[in-house]
């Protein structure tokens, strides 16, 4: 059961394209919506837009990106761990880009703090303030030391994908 959410941590993301990025200090990406994305024929299917929640996803996914280029790459698993003052304006329907803005206002060893917003067409549709939580797997079973190793590997290579300029 671990391989398998292991396995999914590399395979999925929303994010795709990292478009400004200043290690420690902030990251811009975007998330084009299609519809070809399958959570969209349930969610509202005669008017099909991002869900909120993969709003706040993106923005937990971009942060989690900054932390990963300023850490290079330390830690397997960033996780959110509390989101608060979660505004949304308006919607994102297929056919938008979602540009996500993050700023980070403290980072740690183990968890760290950011502010972010969703901009659609130059108008602001979600912010959020919000924590990560980032840890290895090895830190509670050190038999987990191979798949942090092959996560990490796989993020770089993701990595790699989203950000035209070379990682750390």
């Known amino acids: 059961q671990i391989k398998a959410v292991t ?12 478009i400004e990025l200043e290690p420690g200090e902030r990251i811009v990406a975007a998330k084009a919506v299609s519809l070809a994305e399958e959570y969209l024929a349930d969610h509202f299917p005669s008017f099909p837009v991002l869900p909120g929640v993969l709003m706040l996803e993106a923005m937990t996914e971009s ?6 280029s300023s850490e290079n790459f330390a830690h397997s698993m960033i996780l959110l761990a ?3 003052n979660v505004t949304y ?15 980070c ?7 760290s703090d950011f502010a972010g917003v969703g901009l659609c067409d130059g108008r602001e549709v979600v912010k959020a303030r919000f ?4 840890f290895n797997l090895a830190e509670t079973d050190e038999a987990m030391a191979s ?17 035209d300029k070379p990682g750390p």
Do not use: N, Y
Not at 63 to 68: D, E, N, Y
Not at 105 to 111: E, F, P, S
């Open 147 to 163: 798949s942090d190793s092959r996560i990490i590997d796989g993020l770089r290579a993701r990595f790699a994908l989203l950000h």
């Open 89 to 103: 304006r308006s919607f994102v329907k297929p056919g938008h880009v979602l540009r996500v803005e993050v700023s």
């Open 63 to 68: 942060a989690a990106w900054l932390v990963r």
């Open 7 to 18: 396995d999914t941590a590399v395979k999925f993301g929303l994010i795709d394209r990292i």
């Open 131 to 134: 924590t990560l939580r980032h």
């Open 82 to 84: 509390e989101a608060k």
């Open 105 to 111: 206002r403290r980072m740690a060893q183990c968890d």
